[in-house]
Nanobody, 129 residues
Framework: QVQLVESGGGLVQAGGSLRLSCAASGRTFNNYVMGWFRQAPGKEREFVAAVNSGSLNTYYADSVKGRFTISRDNAKNTIYLKMKRLQPEDTAVFYC??????????????????????WGQGTQVTVSS
């Protein structure tokens, strides 16, 4: 069973940048869709970004498009989320997740957390104003 461990969260001022990492252990994750989700206090867990197994396609929530970049390094079994121009509304626990497939059929499928069956424990990102 694969395990996902996020890191890189922290406290940053508005306008700043962070890079989150998610390392997979237990087996390779090369053949799977990987995604980032986030959950703010009192809110539902929401989709942030996803990448298919070949890194040919990436998907972003409108709220982060142009500011966040998802990437994967299959040799290191790690995915990344580079975040810039962070705002207080980005404050949340960020989770990485794996879907048991090379790709999904549509943006809505990538954004649906029910398609992901392995989750990390999360890393806190706090953006101060």
């Amino acid at each position: 069973q694969v395990q996902l461990v996020e890191s890189g969260g922290g406290l940053v001022q508005a306008g700043g940048s962070l890079r989150l990492s998610c390392a997979a252990s237990g087996r390779t994750f090369n053949n799977y869709v990987m995604g980032w989700f986030r959950q703010a206090p009192g809110k539902e867990r929401e989709f942030v970004a996803a990448v298919n197994s070949g890194s040919l396609n990436t998907y972003y929530a409108d709220s982060v498009k142009g500011r966040f970049t998802i990437s994967r390094d299959n040799a290191k079994n790690t995915i990344y989320l580079k975040m810039k121009r962070l705002q207080p509304e980005d404050t949340a626990v960020f989770y990485c997740a794996e879907a048991p497939t090379r790709s999904l059929i549509s943006y809505n499928a990538y954004a649906d957390r029910q398609n992901y069956n392995v989750w990390g424990q999360g890393t806190q990102v706090t953006v101060s104003s």
